[in-house]
């Protein structure tokens, strides 16, 4: 699938210098926003893992002791792709991720989301990663939406895949944006290919908001 390199309101912010009425751009604000939030953000995400561990309780075929959780209330120049270890609660790998141009406002750093296909916009929910494959940007993984919110996943092409303009680490403000897939640098995606390809059984993703 083709992607933008950059959603049009980074432009529109760079081009104008916006700030705010205490004089800060809005760069820092996402960056002041992201320090401020770091605890919320964890009780979230600790909120989150209990959820996918009940869930995981009674189902068999998936692996109950890692799972990638995505919240999409982190700004996308931190890092909000998290490898979680299941038994332990603790965070062994992170990562950014970009989500769909779909999902942004303008003037806004909040998201929305859609299930509809062309919508371009990202899909939040629990998504079973599926089989690889070669494509345009390499090896990719097929996702399986398992919620109302993600259920046209497959059909929408969404996939898990590495991007040369998503960066490895951490930046001020936004990165690139997807048409809907979650899509990571390659060499983040080298370090969960491997936990991919090394489970004996499917891995969950979570996405949510």
Known sequence: MLHRDCIILISIFLSFGFKNNTNQSFFEMV???SNKDEDVFTKRLANKIIAINSY??????YNKEV?????MK???GKYRFFVVNLKTGKVIKKGLV??????TFFFSDSLQFSNV???NATSIGKYRIGKS????FGKSYKLHGLDQTNSNAFERNIVLHGYKDVPAQEVSGLICTSKGCPMVSYGFFKEVDKLIENSKSDI???VYY
């Not at 995981?56 to 075929?61: E, F, I, R, S, V």
């Open 56 to 61: 995981l309780a009674n189902k068999n075929g």
């Open 98 to 103: 970009a989500h769909g141009y779909g999902s």
């Open 204 to 206: 969950l993703l979570y």
């Open 31 to 33: 960056d002041d926003v």
């Open 133 to 136: 494959y070669y494509g345009k």
């Open 74 to 76: 982190i700004p996308s």
């Open 117 to 119: 296909p062309n919508s």
């Open 67 to 71: 799972a990638f959780f995505v919240d």
